[in-house]
């Protein structure tokens, strides 16, 4: 059974999808002065609305926070080998996005530095950030 | 493309491992090769299809084979005039329970071969099956039923059905 779900992304989200469109990571600066990607709608402290407008970029290098091996690939998830999902502090941000990282699992350690690796083709989705990999040393 | 994204699509998937049991593998078998079995109860006489284990108003196992011929009556249907995703027919289209002869219960499927608006309860039809190549074990080997040259049911020998 499959639907396919048409949602609508609000201006904040969309105005992500379309920076990845264009190979740009964008986070939003909240009250607090921390950098958050990928952007809310409201910034978690003063509940106030994100303007998409005041989106920032970030960098397409990033930091390993956390990892977790998928030794079980399931439809619809970016290998269909195992692989790990990470959550990689970008530069300039101070939280972290989930994405699939491209790297033996012998390999991988939290604080490992990695980067973006983008689709061929992007069409303004999270899967236009392919998945990340290792930043070679 | 420079229009900012304000939409997305996400599929939402869910395959599912279905047991049939004895009595449904049995009718599925068949089916690939061409056939409709139904079964009998042997309490109340009324024959299922698909089959099942046993009668569910009986409460008894199901014992004799049947074999259901390829006619039937269309004892209710629907107009279908919004398509949903994945289907590829051209609306609009109906969508027909049909009661094949000898058989107890009614099978859902698409009607062809007449208008809309001329679609009757009572209608007979003929089960039009896919190309023998195509036959799975599957209902769908039967790609439709289309009207036959046959006075309508009367309503009396069906309303029980709907």
């Known amino acids: 059974m499959e639907f396919a779900y048409t949602r609508s992304t609000g201006p904040v989200v969309g105005a992500f999808l379309t920076g990845l469109r264009d190979r740009k990571v964008l986070g939003a600066k909240d009250s607090t002065g921390r950098t958050v990607v990928p952007p809310p709608e409201y910034d978690a402290s003063s509940a106030a609305p994100i303007e998409a407008s005041t989106l920032v970029e970030v960098g397409q290098e990033g930091t390993v926070t956390s990892w977790s091996w998928n030794p079980v690939p399931r439809l619809g998830n970016p290998f269909d080998v195992p692989f790990a999902w990470a959550l990689v502090r970008l530069d300039g941000a101070d939280t972290s996005l989930l994405h699939a990282l491209d790297a033996p699992r012998d390999t991988i350690t939290t604080g490992m530095r990695v980067k973006v690796r983008w689709a061929a083709e992007t069409v303004g989705f999270i899967n236009d950030i392919a998945c990340f990999e290792p930043v070679a040393s | ?162």
């Not at chain 2, 599929?11 to 090769?33: H, N, V």
């Open chain 2, 1 to 162: 493309m420079t229009e900012p994204i304000t939409g997305i699509v996400t599929p939402i998937r869910l395959d599912y491992r279905y047991t049939p049991g004895a009595s449904t593998s049995q009718f599925l078998r068949s089916i690939k090769e061409g056939k409709l079995v139904g079964r009998r109860c042997p309490r109340c006489s009324k024959v299922y299809l698909p089959p099942r284990g046993g009668c569910p108003m009986c409460g008894v196992e199901f014992a004799e084979e049947v074999a259901i011929k390829n006619t039937g009556t269309m004892v209710t249907f629907a107009v279908v005039n919004v398509n949903f995703a994945n289907r590829a027919v051209d609306l609009p289209y109906v969508t027909a329970e049909v009661a094949f002869d000898g058989t107890d219960t009614t099978t859902m499927v698409l009607l062809k071969g007449v208008a809309p608006e001329e679609a009757r309860m009572g209608m007979r039809v003929k089960a039009h099956w896919l190309p023998e190549s195509e036959w799975d074990y599957s209902l769908v080997n039967i790609d439709y039923v289309e009207p036959i040259d046959e006075p309508d049911a009367d309503f009396e020998s069906f309303k029980e059905l709907l």
